[in-house]
């Protein structure tokens, strides 16, 4: 019997390797190249909303316009990232191919308009949609569809964020709270790897490239190879800060999940809730009067305004997370398509701006840590989210990026943007606890009370 369960022979071993390389290869080439893509339609459609600001104004319309693509067409892909996760847990008929291209077109529209959502949500669903595809074409069975959904989820997010370990333990990590499944771990990172290898080949091409944030503080640490040591009052206040992320994280989380059931309520035909959502962001540029809010928030239309780059500079911006957090709310309650991740990183970085001049922490430091940590918290996903910091930022803060995440993680509570996430361990023990429900059979139960 022993025998049967272990072998001293690297040879399965070698063959399984070999055969998932083949499996994922052309998977990783293809959601590389389609992320590349992806990255140049979102650049072009951005840059053309700054250059005309009046397509702000067929953002009602844009976004019925989509909503009929997916009433009409949609079917199963509208249920976005949940219906990954889903099949990655139980699979059935798989995800459908055509979520791949709807999303895409609907993301790059929503961003033209000015609808204020990110890219991830398309990157992963562009991931999954291929990854099972390719799936279906190898004929695989349901463990080894499991493997490459995971693999196209990883993928899609490396190449995207240009964050390829990060995508890897995303994959794994973002499926259930408290447990990670190292199955896929090897066959992620690959897919992860050489997506995003595939993604930079086309940036001279394309013109386009991944964001470099500035980040200051530790560099000359790190240049002058120091050993880290904690500031522990620094650590004290970053912790305090990071309280602010977890609820930032939680306040997100719950206006998007209640936001949704409100809107429908208001607005029962699934096609027309846009219509009020690309009124009610006009109205709110109008009432804010600017338009920093609009989109990704990566770069800022005007010199000196809101956005991801800037709130790691010197200039003060005390309420722009929270104006983010209102137009993204906004825009992804009424169906706007697109993702979470990107306003989730305005929200985080623009918080820890707000709050470094109040606690005396290094601007670029708080901002960098907000970045990740309101993420970790709203994604469930704290170590996924530690590692993007030290690919994004450099490692000479990894102790501060890992207290933002893990604490917003906690603090956070039982919810999250997946509501098909489910949850193995909980944050906090509880008798009662049953494992293995979704975070949306959770929240439910909640209510009731």
């Not at 319309?61 to 889903?86: C, D, H, K, P």
């Not at 980040?215 to 790190?222: N, T």
């Not at 699934?270 to 990704?296: E, F, H, N, Q």
């Not at 709050?355 to 996924?384: E, H, K, S």
Request: charge should be positive; aromatic fraction near 12%; glycine fraction near 12%.
């Amino acid at each position: 019997m022993l025998k049967t369960l272990i072998t001293p022979h690297p040879l399965p071993f070698l063959k399984s390797l070999i055969r998932w390389s083949i499996l994922l290869t052309p998977l990783a080439l293809v959601v590389g190249t389609v992320c590349a893509l992806f990255l140049w339609a979102l650049k072009v459609a951005t840059l053309t909303r700054f250059a005309h600001p009046w397509l702000l104004y067929g953002l009602p319309l844009a976004g019925v316009a989509m909503a009929l693509l997916y009433f009409w067409w949609g079917g199963r892909a509208a249920s976005g990232n949940n219906l990954i996760l889903e099949e990655i847990e139980s699979p059935t008929v798989g995800v459908p191919l055509r979520m791949a291209p709807m999303v895409f077109l609907a993301t790059v529209v929503s961003h033209l308009f000015g609808a204020s959502v990110g890219r991830e949500g398309t990157a992963i669903q562009m991931g999954g949609s291929l990854a099972s595809g390719f799936a279906r074409l190898f004929r695989l069975d349901n463990r080894q569809t499991r493997i490459m959904l995971i693999s196209g989820i990883s993928a899609g997010f490396g190449a995207v964020f240009g964050t390829p370990v990060a995508g890897a333990v995303f994959g794994l990590e973002v499926l259930t709270l408290g447990r990670l499944t190292y199955t896929a771990l090897l066959p992620g990172a690959f897919a992860s790897i050489l997506a995003d290898w595939t993604c930079r080949q086309w940036e001279s091409w394309l013109h386009v490239h991944h964001t470099a944030y500035h980040m200051g503080y530790g560099a000359a640490m790190l240049a002058g190879n120091a050993l880290f040591q904690a500031d522990l009052w620094l650590l004290a206040k970053i912790a305090l800060a990071s309280v602010a992320f977890g609820l930032a994280s939680w306040a997100f989380s719950e206006g998007l999940r209640h936001g949704t059931v409100l809107v429908s309520r208001v607005c029962p035909v699934p096609w027309l809730r846009p219509a009020l959502g690309g009124t009610a962001t006009i109205a709110l540029v109008w009432l804010v009067g600017s338009p920093d809010y609009l989109g990704l928030g990566v770069i800022s239309p005007n010199p000196g305004g809101a956005s991801i780059v800037d709130f790691f500079g010197p200039q003060h911006y005390p309420w722009s997370w929270f104006l983010k957090l209102v137009f993204t709310l906004v825009a992804l309650t009424t169906g706007f398509k697109g993702g979470e991740v990107t306003p989730l990183f305005f929200i985080g970085s623009g918080l820890g701006n707000a709050l470094a001049p109040w606690l005396g922490v290094p601007v670029d430091l708080l901002a960098g840590i907000g970045f990740v940590a309101v993420f970790a918290g709203a994604a469930n996903t704290p170590l996924a989210c530690t590692i993007m910091a030290v690919e994004l930022f450099g490692g000479a803060n990894l102790v501060y990026y890992a207290t933002g995440c893990f604490i917003a993680y906690l603090v956070s509570g039982p919810t999250g943007i997946y509501l098909s996430q489910r949850v193995e361990t909980p944050k906090i023990w509880l008798a009662s606890f049953l494992p293995g429900r979704t975070l949306r059979q959770g929240l439910q139960e909640i209510d009731r009370l």
